[in-house]
C-alpha cells in the first residue's frame, strides 16, 4: 500500500498517522504539503487532525480550498481511498466529499478524553478488520465535533449502511451519534475519534490499529 498524509499550517496528528500507517504497512508514507497541486501515485490519502489554518472562518474551510485538495477531490472519485480524522473529517465535508456539517459542540467546549464507539458496518476498507457491534476505546479531541446533517440525509446515510461509526457516550451532540460515515461509493470515510491514538498499547490502547492493518492488508 501506497499512502500520504497531507499537512496543512496547523496540523497536530500528521506524524502519528504517518507512524501508525508505516507500522501496518511497512513501508514508508508520504508527507504532501497543502500547496502542492497534485499527489505523488497513491493508494491512500489521510487528512489528519488538528487545526488547519488555525479554524479561521470555521474548522476545515480554508484547508478545504488549499492546492492539493483539488487533487485529493479527483483522486477520491477515480476510487482512491481517502480517510478524514477529525479536522479532516471537518475538511471532507467542507469540500464536499463527505455530507453534512461539523458544528460546535453542543456544550460549547473542547472535549479532549476517551469515548466509546460501536462498529456500525464492516463493509468498507476502513472497517472490514472489525466485528460489527464491536465496542471499541478511541480519543477524541475536538471542539466542532458536533454532527449535523438534514433528516432525509441521515436517513440516508442509516439507509445505505454509511455509517461507519457511533458514540456510545456522545461527547459532543452529533445527531444520531454519528461518529463516523462513509460516501456513497465507500472509498472515503471520515470520523471524529483519533484512531491513530489508540494504535499502540504504549499510547494506552489499541482498537484503533485494525483500521490500519484493514488498510494496508
Known sequence: MKAVVIVFPGSNCDRDAKVALEAA???????????DSELPPTDLVVLPGGFSYGDYLRPGAMASRSPVMQDVVRAAKRGVRVLGICNGFQVLTECGLLPGALLRNAGLRFVCRPVTLRVETVRSPFTNGYRRGAVLQMPVAHHDGNYFAEPATLERLAGEDRIAFRYMDNPNGSLGDIAGILNERRNVLGMMPHPERAADAVLGGTDGRALFDALAA
Open 25 to 35: 504497512a511497512g513501508r514508508p508514507v508520504a508527507m504532501v504539503w497543502h500547496g
